[in-house]
């Protein structure tokens, strides 16, 4: 054998296989139709994943003690397969359920198919990689790989992608005075290459043919258009350090900055409905990210009382550099009216999570302020003044929306902090996030916010009480109950109180349009874990012959500073800064509090 020469193979795999039965019986007979179960429903689950994966690597022992190298090469297949099966039977005889001894589907009258679907994708993966170091100064480091997917058509399967990187310790070199303070010095610069293929299905490079989807509200069949254009998302990104350390260790950090430009980005854009699709999955074009990030950390206090302390702060900004050929701008969908629908867009030369919507420039304080237009549609004083973009004298949403700011902050970090003093430890971290704003759904957008004053309501019927088709309203938010709009001068933020229907030609109302009303900031500084610990004294382990025990105490998403009025200025109905609903808050359940006592032993 050579040596240093190694070879490491590697199989691995699971399989899933999942039965589940929905019965009907008298116990869950309206939980049971209201969530679609049949009398009786027997699903089959199978699944199957197996990775094999080949790797030989070399190391070199040090050349006249001053040269290493290495290699590495391999290749890796990865391979998984769903089916589900599912039939429902129905039909009892007399309207009976099935007995609790009856599982077979056929006890029933009538037999349907009820779920039926395959899904499988393959991925295949060349790699190598190469690294030099001479005299533990120069270092270089190379690496290629190839990526073949069957999510993307036969002529685009594969992307290639290469990367590269040198440093320089200077600290190490024989012209640095050898009892400076500065203990190391490490300059870095890289460039390279990565591929993506997230926001695809696994048969994007195939055209299905599937019934019942809607072309234009009419029922038909839909051919997939082909995917042969489809390509993977390559990133290049570009990249230059510095790592320092000063006073042995008590002093360090680092500090990069970066240009990063991401070409053939893969999104599902809307299309018109004619079409029979809602979307289709295209290379919608580049973005480009540029930003610098800061580390700084020391030993502030090193006696029997000891400190250490550090931090973070980045600094990042995007924008989108082109679309596809002849187009401006994409309309994003969010998932539902109640949450304001339509928000975001993708702009050429505008971030990723650019608000997209009307801007609410305040409230009409008197009649003679309405334009005519808005006047005859029932706009009086008391309502929202929005921003007229085409200067017509009329709102329409889909003309004048402007762009209103982004859900992305400007400037992210996070605090470390740990101390200790004779078996005592206290450590504390912390994060913060500066500029973004987050889309208060809760509020309105939708007949239902809590600041609808007066425009979402229901009827009441109680036939025994002889009560029929009286209207109730909804509850609505302490702000706006105490802060609308009263007359000329008593509120520039919150309008009048008034039924629906007052306003002609909007929906769902004129005051409650999706806008930078209901935009906050999502600045925050949250204390997120806290744990105090004691380790017991050594010679009590000694003496019980253990190696240590620490008892600790913590308590997770502490405290959290911020003037965002809902609950947590983090939460997003979407987790990609390019979903339609990134940044939306609908009044979800907060990040919960959590307290913890435990014990670490050793022995």
Not at 10 to 39: C, F, H, M, P, Q
Not at 96 to 102: K, L, N, Q
Not at 259 to 277: C, E, F, I, M, N
Not at 316 to 343: A, P, R, V, W
Request: aromatic letters at 14%.
């Amino acid at each position: 054998p050579i040596k240093g020469l190694k070879w490491t193979p590697s199989i691995s795999g699971y399989s899933i296989y999942d039965r589940v039965n929905k019965k009907l019986t008298e116990n869950n007979t309206d939980r049971g139709y209201k969530d679609g179960w049949s009398a009786l429903t027997v699903n089959k689950n199978n699944s199957f994943r197996y990775v094999i994966d080949n790797v030989i690597s070399y190391n070199n022992d040090a050349v006249d003690g001053r040269l290493l190298y290495s290699a590495l090469v391999g290749h890796s297949f990865e391979h998984y397969q769903y089916e589900t099966f599912g039939v429902r039977s129905d039909n009892y005889a007399n309207g009976a359920y099935p007995s609790s001894g009856f599982d077979l589907v056929n006890s029933g009258t009538n037999i349907y198919a009820n779920t039926f679907s395959w899904n499988e994708y393959a991925l295949e993966s060349y790699f190598f990689r190469g690294a030099v170091n001479w005299d533990n100064r120069y270092i270089l480091n190379f690496s290629f790989r190839a990526d073949g997917s069957s999510r993307f058509p036969k002529n685009n399967r594969y992307g290639f992608f290469p990367a590269g990187s040198i440093a320089w310790i200077i600290s190490n070199e024989e012209f640095m005075p050898k009892d400076s303070a500065l203990n190391e010095l490490k300059l870095r610069l890289s460039a390279g290459q990565t591929g993506s293929m997230a926001g695809i299905g696994n048969w994007a490079a195939m055209s299905l043919v599937s019934a019942g989807s809607s072309y234009n509200g009419a029922s038909g069949m839909v051919i997939g258009t082909p995917a042969q254009d489809l390509k993977w998302e390559k990133s290049t990104k570009y990249n230059i350090g510095i790592d320092y350390e000063l006073f042995d260790g008590r002093l360090w950090g680092n500090f990069d900055a970066f240009y990063s430009r991401t070409d053939d980005l893969l999104y599902a854009k809307p299309v018109v409905a004619t079409s029979g699709q809602t979307s289709l999955t295209s290379n919608i074009g580049s973005m480009s990210n540029v930003g610098v990030e800061l580390q700084v950390g020391g030993r502030v206090i090193d006696r029997a009382f000891k400190w250490d302390l550090s931090g973070n702060i980045s600094w990042g900004k995007n924008k989108l550099l082109s679309l596809l050929e002849g187009t401006d701008y994409i309309i994003l969908n969010g998932s539902h009216t109640l949450t304001g629908s339509q928000k975001h867009a993708l702009i050429i030369n505008q971030p990723i999570s650019a608000w997209y919507m009307l801007r609410m420039e305040g409230i009409y304080q008197t009649d003679d302020e309405v334009p005519d237009k808005l006047y005859k549609k029932g706009v009086r004083a008391g309502d929202i003044k929005y921003y007229d973009k085409n200067g017509d004298g009329d709102i329409d949403y889909e003309n004048d929306r402007v762009v209103c700011g982004k859900a992305t902050p400007d400037v992210f970090g996070g605090i470390t902090s740990n101390m200790s003093w004779k078996g005592i430890e206290l450590n504390i971290f912390c994060q913060y996030s500066i500029g973004g704003q987050i889309f208060a759904a809760w509020r309105g957008s939708g007949m239902e916010g809590t600041e609808h004053l007066g425009l979402s309501s229901g009827s009441v019927n109680v036939p025994e009480q002889g009560i029929e088709g009286v209207t109730t309203y909804f509850n609505v938010s302490k702000k706006a109950a105490t802060e609308y709009w009263r007359g000329p001068g008593t509120s520039n933020t919150m309008p009048r109180p008034l039924l629906a229907n007052v306003h002609k030609g909007w929906s769902p109302d004129y005051n409650i349009l999706t806008s930078s009303r209901y935009l906050e900031s999502a600045s925050y500084f949250k204390i997120k874990t806290i744990t105090l610990a004691y380790n017991l004294p050594q010679k009590w382990m000694q003496k019980a012959k253990m190696g240590g025990v620490k008892v600790f105490f913590t308590v997770d998403n502490a405290f959290t500073f911020t003037k965002y009025s809902g609950y947590d200025p983090e939460t997003s109905m979407a987790a990609s800064p390019a979903g339609g609903d990134y940044g939306t808050d609908f009044g979800y359940s907060p990040t919960m509090r959590t307290f913890m006592l435990g014990a670490n032993l050793k022995f």
